[in-house]
């Protein structure tokens, strides 16, 4: 079992910068790969990032390619997201979750709350 909780998000302007953080509970965080997701209103979820157990790996979505970038330490049990130059289309519920290293939803197994990301333009 892994609890997920997000923090970081926040209002911010357009071209700025935010980190988010998501800690997890339990002991078998370092076995799972670690994603990303985010969703606006009225839109599905969709993936941003995904970092595989050892962090040797990582995804990203086209539309955030080289502007975010995803981390994680072990040690800490956490998973970072920075995001910079941020866009009003950015703006979202952003959620971490734990499973597969994979871009699809259905791939991972427990989810965060989510924390709320808007940009202003």
């Known amino acids: 079992q892994v609890q997920l909780v997000e923090s970081g998000g926040g209002l911010v302007q357009a071209g700025g910068s935010l980190r988010l953080s998501c800690a997890a509970s339990g002991r078998t965080f370092s076995s799972y790969a670690m994603g990303w997701f985010r969703q606006a209103p009225g839109k599905e979820r969709e993936f941003v990032a995904a970092i595989s157990w050892s962090g040797s790996r990582t995804s990203y979505a086209d539309s955030v390619k080289g502007r975010f970038t995803i981390s994680r330490d072990n040690a800490k049990n956490t998973v970072y997201l920075q995001m910079n130059s941020l866009k009003p289309e950015d703006t979202a519920v952003y959620y971490c979750?734990?499973?597969?290293?994979?871009?699809?939803?259905?791939?991972?197994?427990?989810w965060g709350q989510g924390t709320q990301v808007t940009v202003s333009s």
């Open positions: 979750a734990a499973g597969t290293n994979s871009a699809n939803v259905r791939g991972y197994e427990y």
